[in-house]
């Protein structure tokens, strides 16, 4: 059974740094895309980032560029997001999520979420 | 800045059918955009319905479609169950960035 296991949530300081991490397990995990997808409170989904299987490529959305780092240890079976300069903004429910098997099945499975609120 | 527009909310009947839209603001969806929907139910955590316009994962259920209509992507449940009141979301692919759309509020009364 697929498995997606988010922490590294917490409260952090506006200009603070965080790193979220996605433990899996259950399937082949070097074999699959991620994805980070995050939730305000209250409010949609936003598609943040996302990382190849071999961890040679990554895309960012526009919001996070060159604050958010992507990447994975395939080793340890874990996706991390290393967010920094934060913002009251980022304020959200992170998940991560495996692309499916199936040709352009972005979002196949997802973890619970972590929360992470920016504030002082 | 692509703006993914579904409907804000829909009410449907028990045993009804209802189809959820989903709109892009550089024109109109096609399968080159490979729409994929998801469910999401208050406190849990999104679930995949369908990708590739209307492919549909193991755990989706029979009632649930995706489709292109008239230059949007689609997204039909008929013969609705209770269960099925929640948060509709579709997602877009712009080559090589990904957009929500805002959501659709499916009440089953």
């Known amino acids: 059974e697929v498995q997606l296991v988010e922490s590294g949530g917490g409260l952090v300081q506006p200009g603070g740094s965080l790193r979220l991490c996605c433990a899996a397990s259950g399937f082949t995990f070097s074999r699959h895309w991620m994805h980070w997808v995050r939730q305000a409170p209250g409010k949609g989904l936003v598609w943040v980032s996302r990382m190849s299987g071999d961890e040679s490529r990554t895309k960012y959305a526009d919001s996070v560029k060159g604050r958010f780092t992507i990447s994975r240890d395939n080793a340890k079976n874990t996706l991390y997001l290393q967010m920094n300069s934060l913002r009251a903004e980022d304020t959200a429910v992170y998940y991560c999520?495996?692309?499916?098997?199936?040709?352009?099945?972005?979002?196949?499975?997802w973890g619970q979420g972590t929360l992470v609120t920016v504030a002082s | 800045q692509t703006v993914v527009t579904q409907e804000p909310s829909l009410t449907v009947s028990p045993g009804g059918t209802v189809t959820l839209t989903c709109a892009s603001s550089s024109g109109a969806v096609t399968s080159g955009y490979w729409p994929n929907w998801f469910q999401q139910k208050p406190g849990q955590a999104p679930r995949a319905l369908i990708y590739n316009t209307s492919n549909k994962h193991s755990w989706t259920p029979a009632r649930f479609s995706g489709s292109l209509l008239g230059g949007k992507a689609a997204l039909t449940l008929s013969g609705v169950q209770p269960e099925d009141e929640a948060e509709y979301y579709c997602?877009?692919?712009?080559?090589?960035?990904?957009?929500f759309g805002g959501g659709t509020k499916l009440t089953v009364l």
């Open positions: 997602l877009l692919y712009y080559g090589g960035d990904w957009v």
């Open positions: 999520a495996r692309e499916g098997l199936g040709y352009y099945d972005w979002l196949f499975s």
